[in-house]
């Protein structure tokens, strides 16, 4: 059983250095004490915030930056480039007729790093 995800979910990336709540806008009109997120909450700085420092040599600012410290990984602050939704969502619930998030979705950033839900923020609405 997944549990369900609610905007102030924390989230990881693997590249990046911090965690980052997620945070979700009423318009899916489903709340709890928070409202309750779909697979298309994926908006870089609306609903995905920024992970401190990302340390992603995909990333053609660490890229430069590294180049500049001759070969020397240097992290730079993370700014996510989101280009699809969570995966794989709710099969069963739908929130404004959308895939609700659930705990075991994953969120891709173009320059390779994977997001994921380390708090789904709601414990007790699990989905199957």
Same mark, same amino acid.
């Given at each position: 059983?997944?549990?369900m995800v609610c905007g102030g979910a924390m989230c990881s990336c693997s590249f990046g250095? =911090?965690?980052s709540a997620l945070?979700? /806008? &009423?318009?899916?009109?489903?709340?709890?004490?928070?409202p309750l997120a779909t697979i298309m909450d994926n908006i870089p700085?609306?609903?995905i915030l920024p992970f401190g420092m990302c340390s992603s040599m995909a990333n053609p600012v660490v890229a430069a930056a590294? =180049?500049?410290?001759?070969?020397?990984? /240097? &992290?730079?602050?993370?700014?996510?480039?989101?280009p699809a939704p969570w995966a794989p969502g709710s099969p069963k619930v739908l929130i404004a007729n959308k895939p609700a998030l659930t705990n075991t979705s994953k969120l891709m950033c173009a320059y390779g790093g994977v997001i994921q839900i380390s708090n789904p923020g709601a414990l007790t609405i699990t989905t199957s």
């Amino acid at each position: 059983m997944a549990n369900m995800v609610c905007g102030g979910a924390m989230c990881s990336c693997s590249f990046g250095m =911090a965690p980052s709540a997620l945070m979700v /806008t &009423p318009e899916n009109k489903c709340l709890t004490s928070m409202p309750l997120a779909t697979i298309m909450d994926n908006i870089p700085l609306k609903n995905i915030l920024p992970f401190g420092m990302c340390s992603s040599m995909a990333n053609p600012v660490v890229a430069a930056a590294t =180049a500049a410290a001759l070969g020397v990984l /240097t &992290p730079m602050p993370c700014i996510p480039v989101i280009p699809a939704p969570w995966a794989p969502g709710s099969p069963k619930v739908l929130i404004a007729n959308k895939p609700a998030l659930t705990n075991t979705s994953k969120l891709m950033c173009a320059y390779g790093g994977v997001i994921q839900i380390s708090n789904p923020g709601a414990l007790t609405i699990t989905t199957s």
